[in-house]
């Protein structure tokens, strides 16, 4: 069964801090990798997608990156923000059919950034 | 401005009743899907929509029905064979069905409560 493990499962740091999350995926074929943001109420907005070839890619001050041999993800933060406060979810998207049900959400880090 | 929006933000449903959310896009997407998201899991997949006239089963499509009549709404409805439905429902929509090769757009959600 394709799963999605993040860590942490809730992260405080202070405003200004650096921080990195995790992503530990199982799914297979793997195609690709998603990083969202999602504010409390509102609904995820895509900060990264990688494919299988791609180690690093950047998005302001959020980086991501994709070890596909381990198959783990982190997407770390640069200079926390308070507007930073809020759930990462990591979306693995395996090869099989193409639709909807390819894709596997983790459950999501809700961070907290303190002044 | 071209988005995707759902209304009502908050509803409030008594046992028993049946309560349609709605959900429009005017990005011109051909594939709409519905989420639920329940406090510490994630993202569910209730109904999908690759094409107008045709949608399919996600995991958990057991007390809801959809519709696809027109391309830009995809209308999501909580029947009372829905035994735990309060949670939070959210719309997305991608350019194709082909999902793992498109970015999805979340709508802003809506918050269900059964009283």
């Known amino acids: 069964k394709n799963q999605v493990e993040q860590s942490p499962q809730s992260l405080i740091i202070l405003e200004g801090k650096n921080c990195t999350l995790q992503?530990?995926?199982?799914?297979?074929?793997?195609?690709?990798l998603r990083w969202y943001k999602q504010d409390t109420g509102r609904g995820p907005v895509s900060l990264t997608i990688?494919?299988?070839?791609?180690n690093t890619k950047s998005n302001g001050r959020y980086t991501a990156t994709l070890d596909a041999d381990t198959k783990q993800s982190s997407l770390h933060i640069t200079a926390s923000q308070l507007s930073d406060s809020a759930s990462y979810i990591c979306?693995?998207?395996?090869?099989?059919?193409?639709?909807?049900?390819?894709?596997?959400f983790g459950k999501g880090t809700h961070l907290i950034i303190q002044p | 401005d071209g988005g995707i929006t759902q209304s009502p933000k908050y509803l409030f449903r008594k046992e028993g009743q049946n309560v349609t959310l709605s959900c429009e896009q005017n990005l011109n997407h051909d594939a709409m899907y519905w989420y639920r998201q329940d406090p510490g899991q994630g993202l569910r997949l209730i109904y999908y929509?690759?094409?107008?006239?045709?949608?399919q089963k996600g995991d958990i499509a057991e007390g809801y029905s959809v519709s696809r009549e027109k391309k830009e709404s995809f209308p999501l409805t909580v029947t009372s064979a829905q035994k735990n439905p309060t949670a939070f429902y959210l719309c997305?929509?991608?350019?194709?069905?082909?999902?793992?090769?498109?970015?999805?757009?979340f709508g802003p959600g809506t918050r269900l409560t059964v009283l």
């Open positions: 997305a929509s991608s350019r194709s069905g082909q999902v793992i090769y498109n970015e999805q757009f």
């Open positions: 990688m494919t299988f070839s791609e």
């Open positions: 992503c530990n995926y199982t799914v297979s074929p793997f195609s690709n």
């Open positions: 979306v693995v998207s395996a090869f099989e059919g193409g639709g909807a049900d390819g894709l596997t």
């Open positions: 929509s690759q094409i107008v006239n045709d949608f």
